[in-house]
């Protein structure tokens, strides 16, 4: 799924996170109940950029106070990396008060759900809103190409966040070019 899940922006994300988050009749009909749990996977996913299987085993004291600051302390699943970035202390306080309301003790995973219930939910209510090509996937390649644009178009920091082998493979992912790249297609446009 990942390959043919497509970026989302912010708009899309926000759409998809309150449908989910407010509940809503899905198109056979049937109620779909809010589901804050879901909403609440889906917005860490797309503010710190890992994947879902991360988020998922995620348990409070994964997050780390460093001084004055919060930062993961976890081993990614499928590559088998540690990863010990800094935590926004706003995405940290939105995490806790989710644990917080409901009562998760701080070695207690945050999400006992399993990724097929992330992504049944998503894709029922993508359908509903009529959006295609969209998985678990999209929020992280979301966070790559914010990442991407909000540091000036280094593509080497995205590939450290994402913990890429490669630039390349990280070039791919988030699926704009070069900042060069970039600025010759918008200087080549002509409509006249």
């Keep these: 799924m990942?390959?043919?899940s497509r970026c989302i922006d912010e708009d899309t994300f926000k759409l998809i996170v309150s449908t989910i988050r407010t509940g809503f009749t899905d198109n056979?009909?049937?109620a779909r109940q809010p589901n804050k749990r879901i909403a609440t996977v889906l917005t860490i996913e797309y503010n710190l950029g890992i994947r879902i299987g991360d988020v998922l085993e995620l348990r409070m004291c994964n997050l780390v106070k460093d001084g004055k600051r919060y930062c993961f302390?976890?081993?990614?699943?499928?590559?088998?990396?540690?990863?010990?970035y800094t935590i926004p202390i706003d995405v940290y306080l939105?995490?806790?008060?989710?644990a917080n309301?409901?009562?998760i003790l701080p070695t207690?995973?945050?999400?006992?759900?399993?990724e097929r219930v992330v992504s049944k939910l998503l894709k029922i209510t993508c359908e509903y809103l009529g959006l295609d090509g969209i998985g678990t996937h999209s929020f992280r390649k979301a966070f790559a190409t914010n990442a991407y644009i909000n540091s000036d178009y280094n593509i080497e920091l995205v590939r450290n966040l994402l913990q890429h082998s490669s630039l390349d493979t990280t070039q791919k992912y988030i699926g704009i070019g070069t900042k060069e790249m970039e600025e010759v297609i918008l200087k080549s446009v002509c409509l006249g």
């Design 2 to 4: 990942n390959k043919r």
């Design 28 to 30: 056979d009909g049937v």
């Design 73 to 84: 302390d976890i081993t990614e699943q499928k590559t088998g990396k540690h990863r010990g």
């Design 94 to 98: 939105f995490i806790q008060e989710y």
């Design 101 to 103: 309301a409901h009562n």
């Design 108 to 114: 207690q995973k945050l999400f006992p759900i399993s």
